[in-house]
């Protein structure tokens, strides 16, 4: 589970990357082309409250992985130049699951706008437009050798070669009207077809507007106005502070309770991000529960009880005999297995079922 953090200089990406990671990546720009990874836990209070009940030894939250890219240098034809990254930042950013896209709309003189004005939605279309080109330039390029390529080999390569001229072709037109590949419908077959790829547009993307503080009582109200006119499936739009979140990341857990409330947050912005993070990969987490550790599993959405097993070891999947499954909120009511059992709330399931978030799960299997 990979997100790429991307965004034009001086968004504050970096900044936003350390608040997330409690990392110490330079800001500012000193970063220069470097590369920064950091992990962060999913906030998920079902587990502490499970471990109330089970006293395990330990618990292991879910995480995501966040990479910092630098900024896409100028280039020569007034462009941001995604091109001109590094080849192997380039391909790291191919690799990503998702996007989070850090959008400047927060003022300050000390830190100039390079277009002497601060506009999220013009800075957001830009980066989306530069995304957009690199995808054109990769359909073009494989179209050209398709169609040279068209006449040569066995009829079953032929015939290959002719599904995929006719889907790239088809994927062309909405890319050079300015349209995102994520919007795009595709069937299981054509989505397997350009895998490969590995297209920016077609890449699920969490807009994150970096707002400064006087912006604060108005975040909701930022957010509507640019996800009102960013409509695009596997598209998320939030804000937060990076400033913000950063000096609550330095302060005593006390001290950040009294100064969100002085500002009125109700929660840490980043817990946030970081949950909607995990929402934007398709992602829920089932649960185990024992003395020995409590437990958020990642898994995609409707993952059947096979699936399950095979996240937590293939030798279950292998040897799945049924699912002990019990609903949270249930559990939580009841304090333990053996109490869900007895009021019919612990339920046996088998390979079909389709896991839902918050199960909490048994697999018993054969070795």
Request: hydrophobic share 40%; no cysteine; glycine share 8%.
């Amino acid at each position: 589970m990979q997100i790429a953090i991307v965004g034009l200089a001086g968004s504050g990406k970096t900044t936003v990357f350390n608040t997330l990671t409690r990392g110490h990546a330079q800001t500012g720009g000193y970063g220069g082309m470097e590369l920064h990874v950091g992990t962060v836990k999913v906030p998920d209070e079902r587990l502490d409250r499970l471990a109330e009940i089970f006293k395990p030894k330990k618990i292991v939250h879910a995480d995501v992985t966040y990479f910092d890219l630098p900024a896409p240098p100028a280039s020569t034809e007034g462009r941001i130049g995604t091109d001109e990254l590094p080849a192997d930042q380039l391909a790291r950013l191919r690799e990503a699951d998702a996007l989070l896209h850090v959008v400047r709309a927060f003022e300050d003189a000390s830190v100039p706008h390079a277009d002497g004005s601060v506009d999220a939605w013009r800075d957001l279309e830009r980066l989306d437009l530069e995304f957009t080109l690199a995808d054109l330039s990769m359909i073009e390029k494989r179209l050209e050798r398709l169609k040279a390529s068209g006449h040569h080999g066995t009829p079953a390569e032929r015939e290959s070669n002719d599904r995929e001229l006719e889907l790239l072709q088809r994927l062309h037109g909405p890319l050079a009207a300015g349209q995102p590949l994520r919007a795009e419908s595709l069937t299981a077959e054509e989505e397997k077809a350009i895998r490969g790829f590995r297209f920016l547009t077609q890449k699920p993307v969490l807009v994150l507007l970096n707002v400064g503080e006087a912006d604060l009582p108005r975040e909701r109200e930022i957010v509507a106005g640019i996800a009102g006119r960013y409509q695009h499936p596997k598209t998320l739009v939030d804000a937060l502070s990076a400033k913000i979140e950063m000096e609550l990341g330095e302060l005593e857990p006390d001290e950040s309770a009294v100064f969100m409330a002085e500002l009125g947050l109700s929660e840490s912005s980043l817990d946030r991000v970081i949950r909607l993070s995990y929402r934007l990969l398709g992602l829920i987490s089932f649960l185990t529960a024992g003395p020995d550790e409590v437990r958020a599993w990642p898994i995609p959405d409707s993952s059947s009880s096979v699936d399950a097993a095979g996240a937590i070891h293939t030798d279950l999947a292998h040897g799945f005999i049924r699912a002990e499954v019990v609903p949270y909120a249930d559990l939580l009511a009841l304090k333990s297995m053996a109490e869900a059992r007895k009021h019919g709330k612990l339920r046996s399931e088998g390979k079909t079922y389709t896991v839902k978030d918050g199960d909490v799960i048994e697999i018993l299997f054969s070795r």
